[in-house]
């Protein structure tokens, strides 16, 4: 069953409105920057002799002689293919193929340089962990090396995980005026259910389960090439590319190593070469828009996905010359339904959700219910409208057809009209604390409350000898500070949920507040996160004393500590973020300029900052420091 397309919500276009006003100047100036870099014809044309020369010299045949001749367009291939990482393997044989579609399209397509990746599940709780949200300016910068040739009048972007797709989408907005399609990997094959995985997990936390029980559960769940199948941030960056228009319809969730996953691949680069010219020309600058990040952000509440976009999309959206904050998030969650169940907000995985209808269902019914805006530009032509269809192999040629109009498993993804729940699931929560995020998404409505004694740690080994010992055995709000990117580069902390879930699970009220992060693998613990001003900036969150009561209400939006506010006030800082000297091994040493220079969690935790009039020529507001 499905309902005549609805008019657009009004919180939808009134939150569009908002950002495209506070986003004027910024934007404006952006866009104009764009257009003055985009010329007709190959940009190479441009180059002098010896310049061209060296952009050709490794080429043969036919490439080097269209390269030389500057008469068709170049395509810079970016990739963070590495053997290592299960999600980015597949990304191997990707040049190949590209280079031949391009080719055959009237392109000339280049690998243009590599961006690293690395993974949060091999780091987590480590010391590379600190590393990772760092990582996302370093793709950016390493892209922007790729493109920064002006060999390219297009680019084609490898890239699946975390960090690694923002990182992508930020360099690649520097040079806005290229036509730009992002190329996915794909989904492992099922394994292990992932609440088998989290029951092994409490297991061991407890010690009822060996090292070795709980590696092969690992190794069960993790056990091929392609993208991790549970919900994380990962999973989320497909999610909300598509619905931005940014991967071919239906891409992000066929498997690797399948016909239709090379066609798609392939296609990807028929495509890119027809955006690049003519009156098809779409660079990345026009795809993404004010309204595509709503789509965006809409497609990520819907679903329950990852609060690291709430890092990832505004500091994205910066570098697009638009300003998105957390009271967005705020206020679309209010009116955006749940429609997806996928772990850790359900039992399904990510090939269970693509099965029942996937973001092809999802953006059918979004729309229907006036929840997205149609009117988009997309790598795919105008109109979302497009996404509504899945690509098939037919006599082995890659069309698009229709999906159901209704899901295949509402155990899993539903229609707008019947939602798990009616809001997102995304709050923000705030009070004498300052604002932090948390996802409810997963968290029981009996536990969404939570007032009790704090415990303070500054790191995770502390907090798990505390519970080990037996010490957090009762009701209590667990704080971990000096975890934000001022602090030490903001890890994720989801490797405390196994003893936080067994606490809860023996009957405790149990929250987490830190100004740190749980990412896509938030769960069924209540978390008020990325709490801004974080403890290393001196924070409010800094002044906790273990037994104070702290009360965190995601029902009402609050965040509070039960402490006279004279009092609270004037207590001393009693800990401090790692010195320069002490944040040393495993490279971090080599990350202390971006450590000292990244901005706040509700700025998106960038070291880039937000585009400034100043970016533009354009002199400062009356009031405002250059």
Same mark, same amino acid.
């Given at each position: ?33 764009m257009?003055? /870099? ?15 020369a060296?952009?050709?010299a ?18 810079a %291939? ?32 280049q690998? =243009? #340089? #590599?961006v690293?990746?690395?993974? +949060? ?23 922007? %090396?790729?493109?920064? @040739? ?19 989408? =930020? ?5 806005? @005026? ?12 099922? #394994? ?21 029980d709980?590696?092969?559960?690992e190794a ?5 090439? #392609? ?23 239906? /891409?992000?969730f ?14 990807? &680069? ?11 020309y $779409? ?6 828009? *004010? ?11 819907? $679903?329950?996905?990852? $609060? ?12 697009? &010359? ?6 967005d998030f705020a ?42 805006? *149609?009117?988009? @530009? ?20 890659l ?5 159901p ?9 539903r ?40 415990r303070?740690?500054? +790191? ?58 749980m ?56 800990? =401090? ?37 100043? @970016? ?7 009031g405002?420091?250059?």
């Open positions: 069953m499905s309902s005549p397309r609805r008019p657009l919500n009004d919180t939808v276009a009134e939150v569009t409105r908002r950002i495209a006003g506070r986003s004027a100047a910024t934007r404006s100036a952006y866009l104009d920057r257009a003055a /870099a985009h010329q007709e014809g190959p940009v190479r044309r441009g180059l002098a002799c010896s310049n061209l060296h952009g050709f490794a080429m043969d045949g036919v490439d080097k002689e269209a390269l030389r001749a500057a008469r068709a367009p170049g395509v %291939i970016v990739s963070s293919y590495n053997d290592l990482l299960s999600a980015h393997q597949p990304l191997q044989d990707y040049p190949a193929w590209l280079k031949k579609s391009v080719r055959r399209a009237g392109g000339v397509a690998f =243009a #340089g #590599g690293p990746a690395m993974c +949060d599940g091999i780091t987590q709780g480590r010391a590379g962990m600190e590393l990772s949200l760092f990582s996302r300016e370093v793709i950016a910068m390493a892209t922007a %090396i790729a493109l920064s @040739h002006d060999m390219f009048d297009a680019a084609l972007l490898l890239g699946v995980c975390d960090k690694i797709v923002p990182g992508l989408l =930020a360099g690649a907005l520097a040079f806005g @005026h290229l036509p730009a399609v992002l190329v996915p990997a794909g989904p492992m094959n099922s #394994g292990l259910p992932n609440k088998e995985k989290a029951r092994v997990r409490q297991l061991y936390a407890e010690g009822r389960a060996t090292r070795e709980l590696l092969d559960a069960a769940s993790y056990h091929s090439a #392609g993208t991790c199948t549970f919900y994380g941030t990962a999973n989320s960056n497909q999610m909300v590319v598509e619905v931005m228009g940014l991967h071919l319809p239906g /891409a992000s066929v498997q690797p190593n399948t016909p239709l996953r090379q066609a798609l691949t392939e296609e990807a &680069g028929r495509r890119v070469v027809a955006l690049s010219r003519g009156a098809s $779409t660079p990345i600058s026009r795809v993404l828009d *004010e309204k595509a990040f709503v789509n965006g952000l809409i497609a990520l509440l819907a $679903t329950g996905g990852s $609060t690291n976009h709430t890092l990832h999309l505004v500091s994205v959206a910066a570098a697009a &010359g638009i300003q998105l904050t957390w009271d206020d679309l969650s209010a009116v955006v339904p749940l429609l997806a169940r996928v772990y850790p907000n359900g039992s399904a995985d990510i090939n269970h959700f693509h099965a029942a209808g996937g973001i092809q269902f999802l953006v059918g019914t979004l729309l229907d219910a006036g929840l997205l805006h *149609e009117d988009v @530009h997309t790598v795919a032509g105008f109109g979302l409208h497009r996404y509504r269809q899945e690509p098939i192999l037919s006599d082995g040629e069309v698009w057809r229709d999906v109009t209704r899901s295949l498993d509402e155990e899993v993804l229609p707008a009209w019947r939602p798990f729940a009616a809001d997102g699931g995304l709050r923000m929560v705030e009070g004498n604390l300052g604002r932090a995020v948390i996802k409810v998404s997963a968290v029981a409505p009996e536990h969404r409350i939570v007032q009790a004694p704090a303070v740690f500054t +790191d995770q080994a502390a907090l798990k000898t505390a519970f080990e010992a037996g010490e957090l055995d009762r009701d209590v709000v667990v704080v971990i500070r000096q975890q934000g990117p001022r602090a030490n580069g903001m890890p994720e902390l989801h490797g405390l949920t196994p003893a936080l879930g067994v606490l809860m699970d023996r009957g405790y009220q149990v929250a987490l507040l830190t100004d740190g992060r990412s896509g693998a938030s769960g069924k613990i209540p978390a008020a996160i990325q709490v801004t001003p974080e403890a290393a900036a001196g924070g409010p969150i800094a002044r906790i004393a273990d037994g104070d009561v702290v009360r965190l209400d995601a029902r009402a939006g609050t965040l509070d500590v039960l402490v006279a506010e004279d009092e609270f006030a004037a207590r001393d800082l009693v800990d =401090a973020p790692p010195s320069e000297a002490s944040w040393v091994g495993t490279g971090r040493e080599l990350f202390g300029a971006l450590r000292r220079a990244v901005g706040p969690a509700d700025q998106g935790a960038s070291v880039f900052g937000p585009l400034t009039p100043e @970016h533009f020529g354009m002199p400062s507001p009356a405002v420091p250059s």
